[in-house]
């Protein structure tokens, strides 16, 4: 049987960036962008990605929305898609990306490649959001937080190939990260982990290609667990970040975890998900707690981004002493020599949390790193 | 200017030879081995009868059947399609010190006085090797400014271990082992440095570099504690930066009572020229298998020597090698010893061939071999930097590269798609082995580690140089020949690289493939 590829193209996305517009999403900055004679980006890199899938032509069956959203790169570079849906020419909007990425799923494909930038990633979540539909994003827009996608367009299809070939079995949950534009536009950076999808996942061409091979990422997250389960002490809050590498401590604790939120824990028993703010600043009066967090969103943000319900005031009451960071290896490499980041949106907080952490990375394995 | 001689004819053997139990043929003998006579069978009697049950098979082993000339065949073809360190120039094998291991020295080690002894005779029947490993004692003394030395590691990993167990057996001694428990290690250290304390039961901190690359020592200032048994460092680090720092890395371990460990794998640079006891260091080893003028490893038996100072000495391993005035003799009365590290005496074959090679070499000689290797280096980043795409870790931080460097093809890379591993696979193409990348993960993208020891010429220097410049090229303007590379060579692209990391299908023997993978 053949194997089912979707394509979606966001045709417009990355238009902002070379007029300095920091993002395409929006009516009206697109119109201002088109006015600043922005061209489209990823027409040309989602080619880039299906030259790559050429020599599997005949094995695959290319399902794709009509004209620029698709099918149009799929036929300039010599495939015949099927091709399903509506949209109307030249005016095609972020909800056609989540109808396009909702009805490929019906197709029940093998995996969804799309162009696009964090918005379009954060589309194809609000479509399939815990479905088991394996996706892999060629990077074509402004902001590229998400872990969804590969390092460059010529990649994804590298690795949409590889995967259709059965040569790639691992499937990972990767970050969908996108920023506030509008804050963004005004200098203003926030930014916000909105879920997971599932993505092909190849050490040698996703992380590879910055980091070589790396210990496999499920043995890393296991042995990080195991440490921060012994170090526990007893009668102390221990404030749970979000993400992928600190669920593993919940999971060996069987305890509810919030994947996206901040829960907290107390001798191993659960106090409570998914707290606000203020809830945590009722919690940690005057009671002894530790924070433990990883590096969110693959620029080295350990604070500010992904988990501002750990604000300056609830890290001020915790202290920087009891921080505890953790984080595989690789996510360190991958920074290339760069510090971690802290960004709380309170200068002093920030100050008073810079420095060196002594971080996690394994069972008995600790790396001394800055944070700026 | 001597000839540069590119070997672009170059094509090597490719039997694409199987794995011997593949070629397995039931009821195949390489050697029928003849029944005895009636006569010496009856003056035998059962000659099985003595061993204890535990100890029989109940089924036979699982050897694969061939021939013998099968056999030979085999074993041929193999050697065929290796790409040793005598076929082609190894300086490819950065951090491995791949310098020509002279002929002679081979000899020495085959006369049979030497060849046939064994290690459990009797002390008085050995006297030779014994003075052979206490005057090599003298010599390592002497380069290292250490006090004692033993030669019973089986390696360079085995010598940083046996410093971690000093490391544990010197705590434990004052009583406060389970208050020292960490160990500081940096990045660009060997990964043993970090590997060998945690197996030997210490927490490992491991320190990343500043921004030109030198371990960071505000790091350091943060890590250090009470809680602080010692640092393992490398210097040069494996990227071939020599710490200038490095005594205030040991005077900051220091004031916390910690103990300072030099790896000193990388030894090449600074043969003669420095010394770890006069930098302030406890302990330190040398690789004497590829430092030491002997084969690396990897290509023949290793052995490291692990020195340390005066009040650490009670801890070496037993026995050690003695010198009564008369006599020379083993000694197993100490105490205090950390025990064994490895079966007998270490490998006494690497000790009678640095031990031949370094008075060969001659105190001036060990000097002119770290001068030597360290200018070879230095000739050879200048000819390399005039390829396109070519950059090095840490570039332009104003320090001189010691022995060797870590390149970085990372602008190739963005440039053409063609990485290191594409890279690494042509090279072979044209004679030269696989290089070494780095340790992974990758700290500089694309990495390749390059290491010109003394034996190599210029014309060594420039054939390896100007085949990379060929090849560069390619990258630019035929990316598609590297991305298939390599063409004439007899090893194939690895097409499951998972098999080399994941615990549930990697294999290092015929019974454990099987396991995994099912008989196919």
Known sequence: MKKKLGLIVNPVAGMGGRVGLKGSDGADILQRAIELGAQPESPQRAKHALEKLLTIKEEIELITYPYEMGAQEARDCGFDPVIIGTVERGRTTPQDTVKAARDLAEQKVDLILFAGGDGTARNIYDAIGDRDVPVIGIPAGVKIHSAVYATNSRNAGEVALLYLQGKIKKILDSEVMDIDEDAFREGRVTAKLYGYLKAPHEERLVQGLKSGRTEGEASALNSIADQVIEDMQADVLYIIGPGTTTRPIMQKLNLKFTLLGIDAIRNKELVANDLTEKQLLDLIQGKKAKIIVTVIGGQGYIFGRGNQQLSPRVLRQVGKENIIVITPRNKLTALGGKPLLIDTGDYEVNSMLSGYYRIITGYEQTIMFKAE | ?520
Request: hydrophobic letters at 35%.
């Open chain 2, 1 to 520: 200017m001597g000839k540069v001689k590119v070997r672009k004819g170059f094509q090597q053997a490719r039997w694409n030879e199987p794995i011997i139990y593949e070629m397995s043929t039931p009821g195949q003998r390489a050697i029928y081995v003849p029944q005895p006579d009636e006569e010496v069978r009856a003056k035998a009697g059962d000659v099985l009868a003595g061993l204890p049950a535990g100890m029989r098979r109940k089924e036979l082993p699982n050897l694969p059947e061939l021939s013998q000339k099968h056999v030979l065949m085999h074993y041929l073809h193999l050697s065929q399609e290796t790409m040793g360190s005598n076929i082609c120039h190894d300086i490819s094998e950065g951090t491995c010190t791949m310098k020509y291991n002279p002929r002679v020295n081979e000899e020495l080690v085959a006369v049979p006085n030497f060849a046939e002894l064994h290690p459990c005779q009797d002390e008085d029947t050995v006297q030779g090797i014994l003075e052979i490993y206490y005057r090599f004692e003298q010599i390592i003394k002497e380069i290292s400014g250490m006090s004692r030395v033993t030669f019973q590691p089986g390696g360079g990993n085995a010598a940083v271990y046996t410093a971690a167990s000093t490391v544990r057996a010197y705590w434990e001694s004052k009583g406060e082992l389970d208050k020292r428990n960490e160990i500081i290690t940096t990045i660009f250290s060997h990964p043993c440095d970090a590997a060998a304390p945690h197996t030997a039961g210490f927490k490992v901190i491991t320190l990343y570099p500043d921004k030109n690359g030198f371990p960071d020592i505000e790091a350091l200032k943060a890590a250090v504690s009470e809680h602080t048994a010692a640092i393992f460092m490398t210097n040069p680090e494996d990227i071939g930066l020599f710490n200038p720092r490095v005594e205030e890395f040991v005077k900051i371990v220091h004031s916390v009572g910690g103990l300072c460990f030099y790896d000193q794998a990388n030894a090449n640079a600074f043969l003669g020229v420095a010394r770890a006891r006069d930098a302030g260091f406890d302990m330190c080893h040398f690789n004497v298998h590829k430092t030491f003028g002997t084969p690396h490893g990897g290509s023949g038996p290793a052995n490291g020597a692990f020195c340390c100072s005066e009040e650490l000495t009670r801890f070496l391993p037993v026995p050690t090698v003695e010198f009564d005035g008369a006599k020379y003799y083993l000694d197993y009365d100490r105490p205090e010893s950390i025990g064994k590290v490895r079966d007998f005496m270490g490998t006494a074959g690497v000790i009678v061939r640095a031990y031949a090679w370094t008075m060969m070499m001659g105190p001036d000689g060990l000097r002119e071999c770290a001068d030597a290797s360290v200018i070879n280096n230095n000739y050879m980043e200048k000819k390399m930097m005039e390829i396109p795409g070519l950059s090095s870790a840490f570039m332009g931080n104003g320090h001189r590269r010691q022995e060797q460097i870590r390149y970085s093809w990372e602008k190739l890379k963005a440039d053409t798609g063609v990485g290191t591993n594409e890279i690494n696979n042509r090279v072979v193409d044209y004679g030269l082995p696989h290089y070494w990348t780095s340790h992974h993960p990758w700290e500089i993208p694309e990495p390749m580690t390059l290491e010109p020891c003394e034996t190599y010429s210029k014309d060594d220097i420039d054939e390896y140089v100007e085949t990379m410049k060929i090849i560069a090229k390619e990258a630019y303007e035929q990316p598609e020949v590297l991305m298939a590379a390599p063409h004439k060579a007899a090893s194939h692209k690895r097409n499951d690289e998972e098999s080399l990391d994941n615990p549930e299908k990697w294999a290092l023997t015929w019974k454990v493939y099987v396991k995994k993978h099912g008989n196919k």
